[in-house]
């Protein structure tokens, strides 16, 4: 029977199998495996049944510790279990893993290995996760392509059956994970040959059962803990052969052969590496090159890394090996090798004359492993006295580890065509690019691999598809280096990045272009038409975008150059290929409807006859230029390190630009000007009415307000345009509203929300969207002069206002966030009432990536240098980080109060009394206390003492500082609830702010507890069947901590006023603020007006829990929203989160929206109660003053 | 005596005139039921509009696709559904199931904007078991350069297309204006069509001072706009070979008798059903009923037609369109002009 071939990820490689035979899944998403996860959960909610005939009960978890646990139980009970994860997700398994292992639970975790937190978070692949598990007792078995990662989940699936321990099938997180590549799937009866029904009746038999009782999860004692620990031995001494057997048994069922160790290479080999992983790949074309040309060198892929078979390794090598070179991924500092190296030196050290052993780190965080980096591990091996330690890979200038590469050596044939696609995350070319793999996979005999790289900005990113076609199997683990066949699908592309890097000697390049072919050419910077000339490229333009639109899908080009693509590249015969190509879009589209399916075959057909070649001139012309990543003008660390990492040369720099330890200057967002905005907002000054919403909205802080006194206009640059401030406070001064015009998205919130209407034609407004035309000199000119305009004073403005907010400059500025991002407004906002003194714990998910994924970050400083303190350490801890920060803070701030009191006598007692009791309370308390400290300073200048010195050291804090704690629902209400909870309860001066979007944003729009009834969400695809969490009205029932409730769009002075109030309450405060995010599918432009619907309906009630109100004889809680005004129906019509139920199970989605009506109404209902209830908490400045004692006592005793 | 009731429109048996007209009452199958319970002699089933199908398409496609591989970590932000109801199912489902459960004819309506929309609609809709089809035809001619002969050929070719398309009876439902109303009338009976609504009653524009923004309004339908249908109905019937029904402003059983005398085959209620509740049907066939006994008709088939333009003493009354004393003729009474400022019918240049 001929076996219908699959084009698949390594994710959903795997996954099928997990799926298939699995009766529970408890899981959480993190990437890169997320999407195991989630195929999961669509399949069971589509009904798919396992190998025998029951849909896997599939339940997403609050954290991946609570995945395992439950996991956990369900073994127990008698299921067959697995689970999906990765970094940190894994290591929360690991307390459940050695449970699980300790007590010979048969499992598999399919693990998309990822690189574990360290310096810095890295969301790609490497082994540092798996490797940090590797003491649980799991056996490990590792899969090196898209095929092993189907292939090995059955044997992984089979052998921990049969010998009871638990599996890691691993593969690499990103190359291997989201590889599209053409698989042999396996067939049911494969499986059910594979998995015999003996040892799933064997596992049942050992389930905890009431009717068949027995006591597991003991504890023991010296006495026996010891001995019942060996008592395991036995089975992991028989892993190797049980996976050697199905490995077998797997061969006769496929024909593919696999082996715990397997060589490759020179039969007499003389050097020999051994890895695991995708990187085998890689090796195996430059060992079969190296080999051709002569040289004795061969190759070892682990399969089965634990238990480790010494003596199959043995086997596994050519008698012949002198040398070895065992290659790492991963990096364990300060052992004396890593784990791979050091279980093959000691797996070797018994036989008699082991070969010289080196180990060689490569490919963290998914750091290229090319065959010339390969090859260059051979000719390490091959000289007098090779590094036993060795990097590859990168320059390490500092420890000089890293191994010389030759970039010449290149193994890829001729007949495998290569073809790489630049285009714009919105544009659809990787989906396009993705659906070109599945066609030729699917309907030719050629093999097809597509790997995509993606950005971490997440609006205008840059995506870059990497595509091989050929006639045998694809394994070439890495990057395209020589494409036969460029496409850049955005125009603008070309003035920034070297799309023709890699274009071959007489490859073809295609061109989305506003520019005919017959005048495209002037419009190309130099340095692509040289490059175009020297390699001699055909060059094809098409005018995409007006295809696009011509068709009925504007923006959307992919289909478009999908078509030109096969027109151009004779993968297929053109007929074939346009029917393929709408074929595969009848497969995408059809149940989107016949009108999405005409446009895109109408996109095709169009496409066809709007290709042109271009006649490309013996010569260069013109004087544009590919852009300098940053301007002339950026610090000197943002020209050498930031500026390559911009323009995507980041693999160049070397360890000695890199700041150990992972600190990086703020404030380098400034420095990228993107330029990615199509429209640019524009400001009409005679009908704006001062109100500053635009700036407060703004997601991006690319739209800014001054005020400033008119005489300081002079020198302005032409068309700078300035209006007289309507103030009492600040008279006669002027304001201007300025765009940064290279840092704007061109999202349109501002405009959306500007309030200030013509009164001669209404869709004029003070603020208006306009395409950007032509040159942005002017615009330019205007954002350096405004920019050079002082900050107002801030001790002369009224912080707790929206006037007053926005007059304050923001010190979070041009994030990488989406266009139209509803968290970011929040916390630039947070940074113009309090950024030069606040620190900020972060916790995982968007705002982190946003907030300090590289090269930039939009956290920034003022002129005087102080600035918000930021940063990330975990997703499930942060609560607990920023609590740490605050101890620290109260600690140093304590013993500079005690330091103070001890040096009086040298620094007077006036100024010592006035700042231990100064009032920092306003901003011109704390700019007087800055005043005293640099007084202070002067004073002890030129003291010599140790305490003197201490006070130096910690006089800062003597300046009051707060900490804000900032993450998402998935932190606040899910995995970080129990730290949160804590921290509240600690009663500790600490200001939380969630950003609540419902949902898990950043890794795809998976539902939280935060995700309301009647909204779709991954994991809750047919709608959430429960209420929201209401984490307010929890955190309120301590009574002392201040909760509010905000959506900045739909009433700015109560989210203002919430900021001041929540900053000013001596303890825990708690605010919630809505944030709109694209996972709602609304336009996103419109997200703050839209908030107001949201509020309107009851569906987001608005209030303020303040403690402090009883003070005054008042209830803490105010609600400060009216009764809700229209129905919840109306405000979720504009949401694609609830109409997509709506359209796909109208009545089950009806059924969820009445239930969600009465869950608004309910909770109203308790609000309104809640609101006039009397609360009184014990004055807890009782116990303030007992722990201020000892320290004060302590004072007191060392006064002379 | 107890009059008959019974009409024929478009080749189907009635019971009375008195049909349920396209509105939300004949949106679900409870509205159905309801309206046959108080005696409605078909329904009309709110109308399918391809252009809201076409738009809820291309915002589930907008929303899938908007940020689908953007970033590393997300390759999407919904879930896969397993099908997006964008289109006509739930609309077909409507139709079979008020087959299901239905004695009365059950009359589809469809609100197309394109051709290919337009028949493939249809047909699903016959598929689905629909006994009659009504066309909801308008175009607002926005455009200068579009002439009237070009959108009244358009609509020719449209009703030739469905009609073409599908073997249950056609109706089409079209507002009043044309030029030359009794001639577009004509082309529509050529085109294929079997029945003729009049009229159809749009959304207007308004301006909503409390937001300052334009809003699509549509105020329930009154009594005096039952006087445009009769005018029509008066001079078509006889005139063309095709069923006749009047639609606009039918509140009580004096508007349904002048129709019938006008020559309307069925008359359609909506908005007098929606004020007052699916039983008014009930209390206005009583009052048709009562109406012919009293004034000794023997069934609806003897009163239909018997004013018409044809039939009427004064023919010439239903073509003036303004109050002129120049045509007044002394053989026939004048209208009483404080009768027209009373009944508040629409004056041109008012």
Same mark, same amino acid.
């Given at each position: 029977?001929?076996?219908?071939?699959?084009?698949?990820?390594?994710?959903?490689?795997?996954?099928?199998?997990?799926?298939?035979?699995?009766?529970?899944?408890?899981?959480?998403?993190?990437?890169?495996?997320?999407?195991?996860?989630?195929?999961?959960?669509?399949?069971?909610?589509?009904?798919?049944?396992?190998?025998?005939?029951?849909?896997?009960?599939?339940?997403?978890?609050?954290?991946?510790?609570?995945?395992?646990?439950?996991?956990?139980?369900?073994?127990?009970?008698?299921?067959?279990?697995?689970?999906?994860?990765?970094?940190?997700?894994?290591?929360?398994?690991?307390?459940?893993?050695?449970?699980?292992?300790?007590?010979?639970?048969?499992?598999?975790?399919?693990?998309?290995?990822?690189?574990?937190?360290?310096?810095?978070?890295?969301?790609?692949?490497?082994?540092?996760?798996?490797?940090?598990?590797?003491?649980?007792?799991?056996?490990?078995?590792?899969?090196?392509?898209?095929?092993?990662?189907?292939?090995?989940?059955?044997?992984?699936?089979?052998?921990?059956?049969?010998?009871?321990?638990?599996?890691?099938?691993?593969?690499?997180?990103?190359?291997?994970?989201?590889?599209?590549?053409?698989?042999?799937?396996?067939?049911?009866?494969?499986?059910?040959?594979?998995?015999?029904?003996?040892?799933?009746?064997?596992?049942?038999?050992?389930?905890?059962?009431?009717?068949?009782?027995?006591?597991?999860?003991?504890?023991?004692?010296?006495?026996?803990?010891?001995?019942?620990?060996?008592?395991?031995?036995?089975?992991?001494?028989?892993?190797?052969?049980?996976?050697?057997?199905?490995?077998?048994?797997?061969?006769?069922?496929?024909?593919?052969?696999?082996?715990?160790?397997?060589?490759?290479?020179?039969?007499?080999?003389?050097?020999?590496?051994?890895?695991?992983?995708?990187?085998?790949?890689?090796?195996?074309?430059?060992?079969?090159?190296?080999?051709?040309?002569?040289?004795?060198?061969?190759?070892?892929?682990?399969?089965?890394?634990?238990?480790?078979?010494?003596?199959?390794?043995?086997?596994?090598?050519?008698?012949?090996?002198?040398?070895?070179?065992?290659?790492?991924?991963?990096?364990?500092?300060?052992?004396?090798?890593?784990?791979?190296?050091?279980?093959?030196?000691?797996?070797?050290?018994?036989?008699?004359?082991?070969?010289?052993?080196?180990?060689?780190?490569?490919?963290?965080?998914?750091?290229?492993?090319?065959?010339?980096?390969?090859?260059?591990?051979?000719?390490?091996?091959?000289?007098?006295?090779?590094?036993?330690?060795?990097?590859?890979?990168?320059?390490?200038?500092?420890?000089?580890?890293?191994?010389?590469?030759?970039?010449?050596?290149?193994?890829?044939?001729?007949?495998?065509?290569?073809?790489?696609?630049?285009?714009?995350?919105?544009?659809?070319?990787?989906?396009?690019?993705?659906?070109?793999?599945?066609?030729?996979?699917?309907?030719?005999?050629?093999?097809?691999?597509?790997?995509?790289?993606?950005?971490?900005?997440?609006?205008?990113?840059?995506?870059?598809?990497?595509?091989?076609?050929?006639?045998?199997?694809?394994?070439?683990?890495?990057?395209?280096?020589?494409?036969?066949?460029?496409?850049?699908?955005?125009?603008?592309?070309?003035?920034?990045?070297?799309?023709?890097?890699?274009?071959?000697?007489?490859?073809?390049?295609?061109?989305?272009?506003?520019?005919?072919?017959?005048?495209?050419?002037?419009?190309?910077?130099?340095?692509?038409?040289?490059?175009?000339?020297?390699?001699?490229?055909?060059?094809?333009?098409?005018?995409?975008?007006?295809?696009?639109?011509?068709?009925?899908?504007?923006?959307?080009?992919?289909?478009?150059?999908?078509?030109?693509?096969?027109?151009?590249?004779?993968?297929?015969?053109?007929?074939?290929?346009?029917?393929?190509?709408?074929?595969?879009?009848?497969?995408?589209?059809?149940?989107?409807?016949?009108?999405?399916?005409?446009?895109?075959?109408?996109?095709?057909?169009?496409?066809?006859?709007?290709?042109?070649?271009?006649?490309?001139?013996?010569?260069?012309?013109?004087?544009?230029?590919?852009?300098?990543?940053?301007?002339?003008?950026?610090?000197?660390?943002?020209?050498?390190?930031?500026?390559?990492?911009?323009?995507?040369?980041?693999?160049?720099?070397?360890?000695?630009?890199?700041?150990?330890?992972?600190?990086?200057?703020?404030?380098?967002?400034?420095?990228?000007?993107?330029?990615?905005?199509?429209?640019?907002?524009?400001?009409?000054?005679?009908?704006?009415?001062?109100?500053?919403?635009?700036?407060?909205?703004?997601?991006?802080?690319?739209?800014?307000?001054?005020?400033?006194?008119?005489?300081?206009?002079?020198?302005?640059?032409?068309?700078?345009?300035?209006?007289?401030?309507?103030?009492?406070?600040?008279?006669?001064?002027?304001?201007?509203?300025?765009?940064?015009?290279?840092?704007?998205?061109?999202?349109?919130?501002?405009?959306?929300?500007?309030?200030?209407?013509?009164?001669?034609?209404?869709?004029?407004?003070?603020?208006?969207?306009?395409?950007?035309?032509?040159?942005?000199?002017?615009?330019?000119?205007?954002?350096?002069?405004?920019?050079?305009?002082?900050?107002?004073?801030?001790?002369?403005?009224?912080?707790?206002?929206?006037?007053?907010?926005?007059?304050?400059?923001?010190?979070?500025?041009?994030?990488?966030?989406?266009?139209?991002?509803?968290?970011?407004?929040?916390?630039?906002?947070?940074?113009?009432?309090?950024?030069?003194?606040?620190?900020?714990?972060?916790?995982?998910?968007?705002?982190?990536?946003?907030?300090?994924?590289?090269?930039?970050?939009?956290?920034?400083?003022?002129?005087?240098?102080?600035?918000?303190?930021?940063?990330?350490?975990?997703?499930?801890?942060?609560?607990?980080?920023?609590?740490?920060?605050?101890?620290?803070?109260?600690?140093?701030?304590?013993?500079?109060?005690?330091?103070?009191?001890?040096?009086?006598?040298?620094?007077?007692?006036?100024?010592?009394?006035?700042?231990?009791?100064?009032?920092?309370?306003?901003?011109?308390?704390?700019?007087?206390?800055?005043?005293?400290?640099?007084?202070?300073?002067?004073?002890?200048?030129?003291?010599?003492?140790?305490?003197?010195?201490?006070?130096?050291?910690?006089?800062?804090?003597?300046?009051?500082?707060?900490?804000?704690?900032?993450?998402?629902?998935?932190?606040?209400?899910?995995?970080?609830?129990?730290?949160?909870?804590?921290?509240?309860?600690?009663?500790?001066?600490?200001?939380?702010?969630?950003?609540?979007?419902?949902?898990?944003?950043?890794?795809?729009?998976?539902?939280?507890?935060?995700?309301?009834?009647?909204?779709?969400?991954?994991?809750?695809?047919?709608?959430?069947?429960?209420?929201?969490?209401?984490?307010?009205?929890?955190?309120?029932?301590?009574?002392?901590?201040?909760?509010?409730?905000?959506?900045?769009?739909?009433?700015?002075?109560?989210?203002?006023?919430?900021?001041?109030?929540?900053?000013?309450?001596?303890?825990?405060?708690?605010?919630?603020?809505?944030?709109?995010?694209?996972?709602?599918?609304?336009?996103?432009?419109?997200?703050?007006?839209?908030?107001?619907?949201?509020?309107?309906?009851?569906?987001?009630?608005?209030?303020?829990?303040?403690?402090?109100?009883?003070?005054?004889?008042?209830?803490?809680?105010?609600?400060?929203?009216?009764?809700?005004?229209?129905?919840?129906?109306?405000?979720?019509?504009?949401?694609?989160?609830?109409?997509?139920?709506?359209?796909?199970?109208?009545?089950?989605?009806?059924?969820?929206?009445?239930?969600?009506?009465?869950?608004?109404?309910?909770?109203?209902?308790?609000?309104?109660?809640?609101?006039?209830?009397?609360?009184?908490?014990?004055?807890?400045?009782?116990?303030?003053?007992?722990?201020?004692?000892?320290?004060?006592?302590?004072?007191?005793?060392?006064?002379? | 005596?107890?009059?008959?009731?019974?009409?024929?429109?478009?080749?189907?048996?009635?019971?009375?005139?008195?049909?349920?007209?396209?509105?939300?009452?004949?949106?679900?199958?409870?509205?159905?039921?309801?309206?046959?319970?108080?005696?409605?002699?078909?329904?009309?089933?709110?109308?399918?509009?391809?252009?809201?199908?076409?738009?809820?398409?291309?915002?589930?496609?907008?929303?899938?696709?908007?940020?689908?591989?953007?970033?590393?970590?997300?390759?999407?932000?919904?879930?896969?559904?397993?099908?997006?109801?964008?289109?006509?199912?739930?609309?077909?489902?409507?139709?079979?199931?008020?087959?299901?459960?239905?004695?009365?004819?059950?009359?589809?309506?469809?609100? /197309?904007?394109?051709?290919?929309?337009?028949?493939?609609? $249809?047909?699903? @809709?016959?598929? !689905? =078991? *629909?006994?009659? #089809?009504? %066309?909801?035809?308008?175009?607002?001619?926005?455009?200068?350069?579009?002439?009237?002969?070009?959108?009244?050929?358009?609509?020719?070719?449209?009703?030739?297309?469905?009609?073409?398309?599908?073997?249950?009876?056609?109706?089409?439902?079209? /507002?009043?204006?044309?030029?030359?109303?009794?001639?577009? $009338?004509?082309? @529509?009976?050529? !085109? =294929? *069509?079997?029945? #003729?609504? %009049?009229?159809?009653?749009?959304?207007?524009?308004?301006?909503?001072?409390?937001?300052?923004?334009?809003?699509?309004?549509?105020?329930?339908?009154?009594?005096?706009?039952?006087?445009?249908?009769?005018?029509?109905?008066?001079?078509?019937? /006889?005139?063309?070979?095709?069923?006749?029904?009047?639609?606009?402003?039918?509140?009580?059983?004096?508007?349904?008798?002048? #129709?019938? %005398?006008?020559?309307?085959?069925?008359?359609?209620?909506?908005?007098?059903?929606?004020?007052?509740?699916?039983?008014?049907?009930?209390?206005?066939?009583?009052?048709?009923?009562?109406?012919?006994?009293?004034?000794?008709?023997?069934?609806?088939?003897?009163?239909?037609?018997?004013?018409?333009?044809?039939?009427?003493?004064?023919?010439?009354?239903?073509?003036?369109?303004?109050?002129?004393?120049?045509?007044?003729?002394?053989?026939?009474?004048?209208?009483?002009?404080?009768?027209?400022?009373?009944?508040?019918?629409?004056?041109?240049?008012?």
């Amino acid at each position: 029977m001929a076996e219908q071939l699959i084009t698949v990820d390594g994710n959903e490689a795997a996954a099928r199998l997990a799926h298939k035979l699995s009766e529970v899944m408890a899981i959480y998403p993190i990437t890169p495996s997320t999407a195991m996860g989630e195929l999961a959960d669509a399949w069971s909610a589509a009904g798919a049944p396992n190998l025998w005939g029951d849909v896997p009960e599939v339940v997403e978890m609050q954290s991946e510790a609570g995945a395992a646990g439950a996991l956990h139980g369900a073994l127990m009970a008698g299921a067959m279990c697995s689970t999906f994860t990765a970094s940190q997700g894994l290591l929360l398994m690991l307390p459940n893993m050695f449970k699980i292992a300790g007590e010979l639970t048969p499992t598999v975790f399919h693990v998309a290995a990822r690189t574990v937190a360290t310096h810095a978070l890295s969301i790609f692949g490497d082994h540092s996760d798996v490797m940090a598990v590797r003491a649980a007792g799991f056996a490990m078995l590792c899969s090196s392509s898209v095929q092993e990662a189907h292939d090995f989940a059955a044997i992984a699936h089979r052998a921990t059956l049969e010998s009871r321990i638990p599996f890691v099938h691993f593969f690499d997180g990103f190359r291997t994970s989201h590889e599209v590549n053409k698989i042999a799937p396996l067939s049911d009866d494969q499986l059910r040959a594979m998995i015999p029904d003996s040892l799933v009746t064997a596992h049942r038999a050992r389930a905890l059962s009431p009717d068949r009782p027995e006591l597991r999860g003991s504890a023991q004692n010296p006495d026996v803990f010891f001995q019942a620990r060996e008592a395991c031995n036995s089975h992991y001494a028989a892993v190797p052969s049980v996976v050697r057997d199905a490995m077998r048994r797997f061969a006769e069922l496929t024909g593919r052969r696999y082996d715990l160790f397997e060589y490759r290479g020179h039969p007499e080999a003389e050097r020999v590496a051994v890895l695991m992983g995708s990187a085998a790949g890689a090796m195996q074309e430059a060992v079969d090159e190296l080999v051709a040309r002569g040289e004795r060198v061969g190759m070892v892929t682990v399969r089965l890394f634990r238990p480790f078979d010494a003596e199959a390794l043995a086997a596994a090598l050519p008698a012949s090996v002198r040398r070895i070179a065992v290659l790492d991924r991963t990096k364990e500092p300060g052992a004396p090798g890593d784990p791979l190296f050091e279980d093959v030196v000691v797996g070797l050290a018994r036989r008699p004359a082991p070969p010289l052993v080196c180990g060689g780190r490569y490919g963290l965080a998914s750091k290229e492993f090319t065959p010339a980096m390969a090859a260059a591990v051979f000719a390490e091996l091959a000289r007098e006295a090779p590094k036993r330690e060795f990097t590859v890979g990168i320059d390490d200038d500092v420890t000089h580890l890293s191994l010389d590469v030759d970039e010449s050596f290149t193994t890829e044939p001729p007949d495998v065509v290569r073809a790489l696609f630049y285009g714009l995350g919105s544009d659809g070319t990787v989906g396009a690019t993705r659906n070109t793999v599945k066609i030729i996979g699917e309907h030719t005999d050629l093999h097809a691999q597509g790997y995509f790289v993606l950005d971490s900005k997440k609006s205008g990113s840059m995506t870059v598809s990497h595509l091989r076609f050929g006639p045998r199997p694809i394994e070439s683990s890495y990057l395209v280096q020589q494409a036969s066949f460029v496409g850049c699908h955005q125009f603008g592309f070309l003035e920034k990045v070297d799309v023709l890097e890699r274009a071959a000697c007489g490859a073809t390049f295609l061109l989305n272009s506003p520019h005919r072919a017959d005048c495209v050419w002037e419009h190309l910077p130099v340095e692509v038409q040289r490059q175009v000339i020297d390699k001699k490229l055909r060059l094809f333009v098409i005018d995409a975008s007006r295809v696009a639109r011509d068709a009925g899908l504007p923006g959307r080009v992919n289909t478009v150059l999908q078509a030109c693509f096969f027109s151009l590249a004779n993968v297929l015969p053109q007929d074939q290929a346009i029917a393929a190509i709408k074929a595969a879009i009848q497969r995408t589209y059809a149940k989107r409807g016949p009108e999405v399916l005409e446009r895109n075959f109408a996109a095709v057909d169009l496409a066809l006859t709007e290709l042109h070649e271009v006649d490309v001139p013996a010569a260069v012309t013109g004087d544009i230029h590919v852009r300098r990543p940053v301007p002339a003008e950026a610090p000197d660390f943002v020209q050498r390190v930031t500026a390559e990492m911009i323009a995507g040369r980041g693999d160049l720099l070397p360890v000695s630009a890199l700041p150990a330890g992972g600190a990086f200057p703020v404030g380098t967002a400034r420095w990228e000007r993107r330029d990615i905005a199509d429209e640019l907002p524009r400001w009409d000054p005679s009908i704006c009415i001062d109100c500053a919403k635009c700036t407060l909205v703004c997601p991006h802080a690319a739209i800014r307000m001054k005020v400033y006194s008119p005489d300081l206009l002079a020198g302005a640059p032409a068309g700078f345009q300035h209006k007289e401030w309507r103030s009492k406070e600040q008279p006669g001064m002027v304001m201007t509203i300025q765009v940064a015009p290279d840092d704007c998205n061109g999202c349109g919130t501002c405009a959306d929300y500007c309030p200030a209407h013509s009164k001669q034609a209404a869709k004029h407004k003070s603020i208006d969207m306009a395409a950007k035309n032509g040159g942005l000199d002017a615009d330019r000119a205007s954002w350096e002069f405004f920019k050079s305009l002082p900050e107002f004073d801030r001790t002369q403005v009224k912080v707790g206002t929206i006037k007053g907010s926005q007059m304050l400059e923001p010190l979070f500025e041009f994030s990488g966030a989406c266009a139209g991002c509803g968290e970011t407004p929040y916390l630039k906002l947070l940074t113009q009432m309090f950024g030069d003194r606040i620190l900020v714990a972060n916790a995982t998910g968007c705002s982190s990536i946003y907030g300090g994924n590289l090269p930039t970050t939009p956290w920034s400083a003022n002129a005087e240098g102080r600035g918000p303190a930021w940063a990330n350490s975990l997703f499930e801890d942060n609560a607990e980080f920023g609590l740490g920060m605050r101890l620290a803070v109260d600690n140093l701030a304590g013993a500079a109060r005690r330091l103070l009191a001890e040096l009086e006598p040298q620094v007077g007692a006036d100024l010592v009394a006035a700042i231990l009791n100064a009032d920092q309370s306003s901003e011109s308390g704390l700019a007087t206390q800055r005043e005293r400290v640099a007084a202070l300073r002067s004073k002890l200048a030129g003291a010599a003492t140790p305490q003197a010195s201490r006070l130096r050291e910690l006089a800062d804090y003597l300046v009051r500082k707060s900490v804000w704690i900032v993450g998402g629902d998935g932190w606040a209400y899910d995995i970080g609830y129990g730290g949160l909870d804590h921290v509240l309860a600690s009663g500790r001066n600490v200001k939380i702010l969630v950003l609540d979007t419902e949902v898990y944003s950043n890794t795809g729009g998976q539902a939280s507890k935060s995700t309301p009834r009647a909204a779709i969400a991954k994991f809750a695809a047919a709608g959430k069947r429960t209420a929201k969490k209401d984490l307010g009205l929890i955190a309120s029932a301590y009574g002392n901590v201040y909760v509010a409730q905000i959506a900045m769009g739909a009433d700015n002075a109560q989210a203002v006023k919430a900021f001041a109030e929540a900053e000013a309450h001596d303890g825990p405060s708690l605010i919630i603020a809505y944030s709109t995010c694209i996972a709602h599918g609304i336009e996103m432009k419109t997200g703050m007006s839209h908030m107001k619907e949201a509020v309107d309906s009851g569906y987001w009630p608005l209030y303020r829990f303040d403690p402090a109100r009883e003070a005054a004889g008042e209830h803490p809680m105010a609600l400060d929203s009216k009764d809700p005004s229209i129905p919840l129906r109306d405000f979720a019509a504009h949401e694609g989160r609830y109409t997509l139920l709506a359209r796909s199970k109208p009545e089950l989605a009806e059924r969820l929206m009445t239930l969600a009506q009465e869950d608004v109404a309910e909770r109203w209902r308790l609000y309104r109660q809640l609101a006039g209830v009397e609360r009184h908490t014990p004055d807890e400045s009782i116990t303030k003053v007992a722990e201020a004692a000892p320290a004060a006592a302590a004072a007191e005793e060392e006064l002379p | 005596m107890t009059a008959d009731l019974r009409t024929t429109y478009m080749g189907m048996k009635l019971a009375t005139p008195l049909v349920a007209a396209a509105s939300p009452l004949t949106g679900t199958v409870d509205g159905l039921l309801a309206l046959q319970d108080a005696g409605a002699s078909a329904v009309v089933l709110q109308s399918l509009f391809e252009e809201q199908i076409k738009h809820h398409e291309l915002q589930v496609d907008s929303i899938l696709e908007s940020f689908t591989d953007s970033f590393a970590e997300a390759r999407s932000f919904f879930p896969s559904l397993d099908a997006y109801n964008t289109g006509p199912e739930s609309y077909l489902h409507l139709v079979e199931q008020a087959k299901e459960v239905l004695e009365i004819p059950v009359i589809a309506s469809l609100n /197309g904007v394109t051709s290919g929309g337009w028949t493939r609609y $249809a047909r699903l @809709i016959e598929e !689905a =078991g *629909a006994d009659a #089809l009504e %066309l909801n035809v308008y175009v607002v001619a926005a455009n200068p350069r579009t002439t009237a002969a070009e959108i009244e050929a358009r609509y020719v070719e449209l009703i030739g297309d469905v009609a073409g398309t599908i073997s249950i009876p056609l109706a089409v439902k079209v /507002g009043p204006y044309f030029s030359a109303m009794a001639n577009m $009338a004509m082309r @529509i009976a050529a !085109a =294929g *069509a079997r029945g #003729l609504v %009049l009229f159809n009653r749009f959304l207007y524009p308004d301006i909503s001072l409390q937001r300052m923004k334009v809003m699509p309004t549509l105020h329930l339908s009154s009594s005096e706009e039952v006087l445009m249908p009769l005018r029509w109905i008066a001079i078509l019937s /006889g005139q063309l070979d095709i069923s006749l029904a009047a639609s606009s402003g039918i509140q009580s059983a004096h508007d349904v008798v002048k #129709l019938l %005398l006008a020559g309307a085959d069925a008359t359609m209620l909506a908005s007098a059903l929606l004020r007052r509740g699916p039983a008014q049907l009930k209390q206005i066939t009583g009052g048709l009923a009562a109406w012919l006994d009293e004034h000794e008709y023997a069934s609806v088939e003897q009163l239909k037609g018997s004013m018409s333009q044809a039939a009427s003493p004064d023919p010439g009354a239903f073509e003036r369109a303004n109050y002129m004393r120049s045509l007044v003729d002394f053989t026939v009474a004048s209208p009483d002009p404080r009768h027209f400022y009373a009944r508040r019918d629409p004056i041109p240049w008012d």
